[in-house]
């Protein structure tokens, strides 16, 4: 699953690559990719349309079209972008598919089928059910030691389950989330209201540092134009973690066996030596 950094990613490339674009024509092949819109209403409301923004908000991919309307694309467990010339045949799951006048096609396939698009007015965005709820963007001023201490404050619930809600901070999945915590030594079974001003405080510069840098390995990453994955633009960067995937390995800080913990399904490597309840 894609978190923040790779959505950005995503959205910083699909930026370069198509703005300035106009949609000649836009087919959706499986409805349930757009719960909200007939086959024949997605092409029609995009048909026609220039791509004049890319951007991202939360984990939502947001392309600001002419007219005054975004089109919404969240890319769940395996959705991804690929741009695609005359003559390259479509990806086996293609679920949506936009033509360009320059006989490029931009195709989203999408193995998993969790992908999620929708088509709201650019000015009601911020109202629409995807965007209303979610949290602070993380590097926003908004999201400041002040709120994020405030959200750890007001909640019994453990820190991690707190972290992945996107309604209180905005962007962590399972892996930034378990890197957050160790860089903040914070267990992820502690209740929320438990943590220090102290752990809030590292916590609060963790999730920044994480994410930032993270953008950053992706944006290097993919400097070669040449090389053909880069046209698949699903950002999975393949990051040296701390903790995460890494159960059983020695802890980077003190050497200790690395621990998984499991909450409500979801599973966290941990460091019991630095990240004490
Ligand atoms: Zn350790």
């Given at each position: 699953m894609p978190e923040l950094p790779e959505v950005e990613i995503v959205a910083r490339s699909l930026s370069e690559l198509?703005?300035?674009?106009?949609?000649a024509a836009a087919a959706l092949y499986r409805e349930k990719l757009s719960p909200a819109h007939s086959p024949e209403s997605f092409a029609e409301k995009l048909?026609?349309?220039?791509?004049e923004t890319v951007g991202r908000r939360g984990k939502h991919i947001l392309l600001g079209l002419s007219g005054g309307t975004t089109l919404i694309v969240h890319l769940r467990m395996s959705g991804r972008f690929t741009l695609l010339g005359t003559g390259e045949e479509n990806p086996k799951f293609t679920h949506a598919e936009f033509f360009f006048r320059d006989d490029e096609r931009l195709v989203f396939e999408d193995q998993r089928h969790f992908g999620y698009m929708n088509i709201a007015e650019t000015v009601r965005l911020h109202e629409t059910p995807e965007i209303r709820k979610l949290a602070p963007e993380?590097?926003?001023?908004?999201?400041?030691i002040g709120y994020l201490k405030e959200v750890l404050r007001?909640?019994?619930?453990p820190v991690k389950e707190v972290l992945l809600d996107q309604t209180k901070?905005?962007?962590?999945?399972n892996i930034y989330a378990a890197e957050s915590m160790f860089l903040a030594r914070?267990?992820?079974?502690?209740?929320?209201?438990?943590?220090?001003p102290v752990k809030a405080r590292r916590l609060h510069t963790a999730i920044r540092h994480v994410l930032a840098e993270s953008i950053e390995a992706g944006l290097a990453a993919r400097?070669?134009?040449?090389?053909?994955?880069?046209?698949?633009?699903?950002?999975?960067t393949n990051g040296g973690w701390?903790?995460?995937?890494?159960?059983g390995e020695p802890c980077a800080n003190c050497g200790r066996k690395l621990r998984r913990i499991r909450q409500s399904g979801r599973s966290t490597v941990f460091c019991p030596g630095c990240q004490r309840k």
């Open positions: 198509l703005t300035g674009k106009k949609i048909s026609g349309k220039t791509i993380p590097f926003s001023e908004e999201f400041s007001s909640t019994k619930r901070v905005c962007g962590l999945g914070v267990h992820p079974a502690v209740e929320a209201r438990k943590i220090s400097l070669d134009r040449s090389n053909i994955e880069n046209r698949y633009f699903n950002g999975s701390l903790v995460y995937d890494r159960e």
